[in-house]
């Protein structure tokens, strides 16, 4: 347990949260301050900042609560789809350094956008520095 980080109190119970799913490894509670009814954090109960810092399992135990916990989200506020992200480090939003997914139920004409409206202008990229890219992310 990481000092003075709130998803580490929610986690021991210092800081009450609406529960909404827990095993030995995850957590998952409601948002306090929902983008939509059913907005859900899903968190490891191990302190991890960003995601790459996660043990492989532990990812898999994370992704595997988002994908069982979804439909249940979907169907207990009657949402039509959900998105699911990361902020992951403050510079993407993350606000809480302590690796969190958010699902958040989403509804025809709510008014909200897709993933593709959270980054900044869209940079113009020639084909040899998308080549680049990928070779370099490849290694
Ligand atoms: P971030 O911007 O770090 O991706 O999102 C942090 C989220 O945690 C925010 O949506 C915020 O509303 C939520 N949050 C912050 N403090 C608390 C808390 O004490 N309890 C709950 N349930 N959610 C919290
Ligand atoms: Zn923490």
Redesign the pocket.
């Known amino acids: 347990m990481q000092e003075d980080c709130?998803f580490c109190k929610?986690v021991a119970g210092e800081?009450p949260?609406r529960t909404v799913y827990e095993d030995d490894n995850v957590f998952a509670?409601?948002?306090?301050?929902p983008l939509a009814p059913g907005h859900t954090?899903v968190i490891p109960k191990e302190h991890y900042e960003r995601v790459a810092e996660l043990p492989a399992e532990l990812s898999a135990s994370v992704f595997s609560a988002v994908s069982s916990l979804t439909p249940r989200i979907e169907s207990a506020v009657d949402a039509d789809a959900t998105t699911i992200g990361i902020?992951n480090g403050p510079e993407a939003?993350?606000?809480?350094p302590h690796v969190?997914a958010?699902i958040i139920p989403r509804f025809e004409g709510d008014g909200g956008g897709p993933i593709h409206a959270v980054a900044g202008d869209e940079p113009l990229l020639s084909d040899e520095e998308m080549d680049k890219i990928e070779s370099t992310i490849r290694g």
């Open positions: 709130i929610i800081i949260s509670f409601l948002d306090v301050n954090l902020n939003g993350q606000e809480v969190h958010h």
